[in-house]
């Protein structure tokens, strides 16, 4: 048990791959809390990892100070917070399969709407933001930590169609080198996770052909599964990273290599 009795904040942690890293993180012996916007959702998780359920909207500055204040208040000071909540691009995969299935140009950014592209970048540019702050004003006084930012392949290549989640993934590893470069003199370190394609509910429910493409794209021919991005989580969160500072860790089946 590799991160026994440490505090850990899990954002968007009530399903899919935060579900996974909030199960990784407490069978590694780490206290968790479970922090996502639908209360309910972060309960179940809660109870199956032993753990604390709190709401927070990570859009939401105040918000994600009142949650980090309810962590130390419940649990102790945080010693790891991991950066994972987020919204899936659905409306535009939807216009996006509707002008395939129709045969006609892409024509993605054109008609992307500027509410859809606030808000994603509000979700996770933003939200890693907060919730990296927060941590910090944790840890930095007592000189250790572990941040981690969960990015997307899409952030380090660009992914077709999808230049809101592209742009904010990117923005998340490029922030995450910055503020890793500051942190670390005071003792925290600051890495990313940018996965691949994976299986999870809501990738799922995508259109069939969309994931079939996914799925061929993979060199490994196959969905990543929750767990081997919570595995990596769990990884950079420990002190078997301690060297890793400012990198990015890319669980994607072979889609990007460097």
Known sequence: MTLEDRVAVVTGGGSGIGEAICLRL???????????????????TAKLAGGAPIEADVSDSASVERARESVEAELGPVD??????????????????????RNEPL???VRLPDEEWRLMLA??????FFGTRAAARSMAPRGTGSIVNVASVCGIEGCTGYPHYSAAKAGILGFTRAVA????????????????????EA?????????????????????????????????????DAGFFVGETLS??????TT
């Open 251 to 256: 669980p994607n089946g072979g889609i990007v």
């Open 123 to 128: 979700v996770h540019l933003d939200g890693t």
């Open 107 to 109: 024509d993605a950014l």
């Open 203 to 239: 990738s799922q429910a995508m259109d069939n052909p969309l994931r079939q493409a996914q799925r061929l794209r993979t060199p490994l021919r196959r969905f990543g599964r929750p767990e081997e991005i919570a595995a990596t989580v769990a990884f950079l969160a420990g002190d």
């Open 80 to 101: 790891i917070w991991v950066n994972n909540a987020g919204i899936q691009a659905s409306a535009q995969a939807a216009r996006i399969a509707d002008r395939a299935e």
């Open 26 to 44: 407490a069978a590694e012996g780490a206290r968790v809390a479970v922090l996502d916007v639908d209360l309910d959702a972060a309960a179940v």
């Open 181 to 200: 470069k500051e942190l670390a003199a005071q003792g925290v370190r600051v890495n990313a996770v940018a996965p691949g394609f994976i299986d999870t």
